[in-house]
């Protein structure tokens, strides 16, 4: 989830030897929802990571 700031939003996903897949920029706006196509990704656990204001959050996910 982001926050809804003027600040710019930083989204990669990190397979799990630390090498960043995708990254992409968004703009936070109410109820934003941001895709990403993983259709092309191996099967594997992945890690999303959201920057913004100078927070990180992170999230795991397992591509099946």
């Keep these: 989830?982001?926050?809804?700031?003027s600040?710019?939003?930083i989204i990669s996903i990190?397979?799990?030897t630390g090498?960043?897949?995708i990254t992409q920029q968004a703009q936070p706006a109410l109820s934003q929802t941001i895709?990403?196509?993983v259709g092309t990704l191996p099967v594997g656990m992945y890690i999303v990571h959201v920057?913004?204001?100078g927070e990180?959050?992170?999230?795991k996910?397992?591509?099946q």
């Excluded at 989830?1 to 700031?5: C, R, Y």
């Excluded at 990180?56 to 999230?59: D, H, I, L, N, R």
């Design 19 to 21: 090498k960043t897949i």
């Design 14 to 16: 990190v397979d799990i």
């Design 35 to 37: 895709s990403f196509n």
């Design 56 to 59: 990180s959050k992170e999230q």
């Design 1 to 5: 989830q982001l926050n809804n700031t």
């Design 51 to 53: 920057l913004q204001n």
């Design 61 to 63: 996910f397992i591509k």
């Design 7 to 9: 600040q710019t939003a």
